[in-house]
């Protein structure tokens, strides 16, 4: 089995609509990050977390909102989806004082 | 502010020929470099990194990265590439004192018959 799981994979809603991406690990780690990848863009941090009460906003947080339900459960949501939010997300964990990172395999959203 | 360039956006290689992908990076601190690899429909795959030490790091797959602090670079290579290393490349830094990592915006490798 995978060490991060990320539900669902692939995803198109319609705008407005609110959406949850979800995102376990196996690993143990406390350390969970949510990234956005745009073609071009490379990978941009939205939200992290670095144990269950810890929240920390990334470089393009703004639309979206986070819950550390648990150590292993790290969920992103969209309040409102709108068209440029269309994207491939990845979680990723890392453990405390290791700045190696360990990916899920993305869920790609879509935005109409 | 932290920074990661790769300035290339897109190679091709020919299947056997010899790879560089270029990565730079502006930090105030030490670093921690990384290079990750992305194949066509998969998450982030560790392909090496460089805390300290060596300058000189081997990495899964046959690849291979160099640490040069005077050039603030960290170069992949890899001496003959295969058909299966077309994939998309990301450097990544992170510092001591740093609390996430800073990601390259990638370069696209395309290996060619």
């Known amino acids: 089995d995978a060490d991060v799981t990320q539900t669902p994979r692939n995803r198109i809603t319609k705008t407005g609509k609110r959406i949850m991406l979800e995102c376990s690990q196996t690993?143990?780690?406390?350390?969970m990050y949510w990234y956005r990848q745009d073609p071009g863009l490379g990978l941009r941090l939205i939200y992290y977390?670095?144990?269950?009460?810890?929240?920390n906003k990334g470089e393009i947080s703004d639309g979206y909102s986070v819950s550390r339900q648990a150590q292993a459960k790290f969920s992103l949501s969209l309040e409102s989806a709108i068209p440029n939010q269309t994207a491939l997300y990845f979680c990723?964990?890392?453990?405390?004082?290791?700045?190696?990172?360990?990916f899920g395999p993305g869920t790609r959203l879509t935005v109409t | 502010a932290q920074s990661v360039t790769q300035p290339d956006i897109h190679i091709t290689v020919s299947e056997g020929a010899s790879l560089e992908l270029r990565c730079n990076y502006s930090?105030?601190?030490?670093?921690?470099l990384f290079w990750y690899v992305q194949s066509p429909g998969q998450g982030l795959q560790l392909l090496l990194k460089?805390?300290?030490?060596?300058?000189l790091v081997q990495g899964i797959k046959g690849f291979e990265a160099e640490f040069k602090r005077s050039q603030s670079s960290f170069n992949l290579r890899k001496p003959s590439v295969h058909w299966s290393d077309a994939a998309e490349y990301f450097c990544?830094?992170?510092?001591?004192?740093?609390?996430?990592?800073?990601f390259g915006k990638g370069t696209m490798l395309l290996v060619s018959p």
């Open positions: 460089y805390f300290s030490g060596d300058t």
């Open positions: 977390s670095f144990d269950v009460k810890d929240i």
């Open positions: 690993k143990g780690h406390d350390r």
């Open positions: 990723a964990t890392s453990d405390v004082d290791s700045y190696e990172q360990y």
């Open positions: 990544a830094v992170g510092a001591k004192g740093y609390s996430t990592l800073t």
């Open positions: 930090y105030g601190a030490t670093p921690y």
